[in-house]
């Protein structure tokens, strides 16, 4: 995982609260991603972003908030957390080509 | 670590037997198919890769075949041993974003 990293590793918080999930890569890459992942779905696209500034919706963007100030930094926030959240959530970051793809270790969020 | 394959398929071979991991996948538009191999408690590794325009590539031990008219792919793990066990997923990529599979989890015996 030299490269990408998430924090925090493990968080808890409450049903209503705002919680922000960190990613920060080292390679100036240009795509940065945030993944969901819940039993029998596999990893599911929650938003991503081709360059400072520039995000976009992915397959499950309802409830999440994401920025990009700057190129290294793609944090995704949840406004008002809900049970359904309750996820492990994966940041990756790719230059050119999909095969580039670095995924972080991951944030295992529990909702309460 | 978490238990992400609770529901998935699961595949149980014995050491040094060859490994088969099918995917169906849905898009006849993707370009770019990947196989990624995931630990518990860790992100997805990638494995190898496949364009659109091949139906297979080899790989250290590892092949990935590709039949478009089926819309199959399935990736081939030669002699397999106690650290392949882990969760393996294929992933189509569609616009310059990666939809992935639900994953299958793969066992070896030892």
């Known amino acids: 995982d030299a490269g990408i990293t998430q924090s925090p590793r493990y968080k808890i918080t409450e049903t209503g609260r705002q919680v922000t999930l960190m990613c920060h890569q080292t390679?100036?890459?240009?795509?940065m991603f945030w993944y969901r992942q819940d039993l029998g779905h596999g990893l599911r696209l929650i938003y991503y972003?081709?360059?400072?500034?520039?995000?976009d919706k992915g397959e499950v963007p309802d409830g999440y908030v994401v920025s990009r100030s700057k190129t290294e930094n793609f944090p995704l926030t949840l406004e008002s957390a809900t049970r359904s959240q309750t996820s492990v959530y994966f940041c990756?970051?790719?230059?050119?080509?999909?095969?580039?793809?670095?995924f972080g270790s991951g944030t295992r969020l529990t909702v309460v | 670590g978490e238990n992400v394959g609770l529901h998935l398929p699961t595949l149980s071979v014995q050491e040094g037997d060859n490994s088969i991991i099918n995917c169906a996948y849905s898009n006849s538009a993707s370009d770019y198919f990947i196989w990624y191999k995931q630990e518990s408690g860790k992100g997805p590794q990638f494995i190898i890769d496949?364009?659109?325009?091949?139906d297979k590539r080899q790989g250290q031990r590892v092949t990935v075949l590709l039949n478009k008219t089926v819309k199959h792919l399935s990736l081939q793990i030669a002699a397999t041993q106690p650290g392949d066990s882990a969760v393996y997923f294929c992933a189509e990529n569609i616009q310059l974003k990666l939809v992935f599979g639900a994953g299958t989890i793969l066992r070896v015996k030892s």
């Open positions: 990756a970051s790719r230059e050119t080509g999909p095969s580039g793809y670095t």
């Open positions: 496949i364009r659109s325009n091949m």
């Open positions: 390679w100036s890459h240009s795509y």
């Open positions: 972003s081709a360059a400072a500034d520039i995000t």
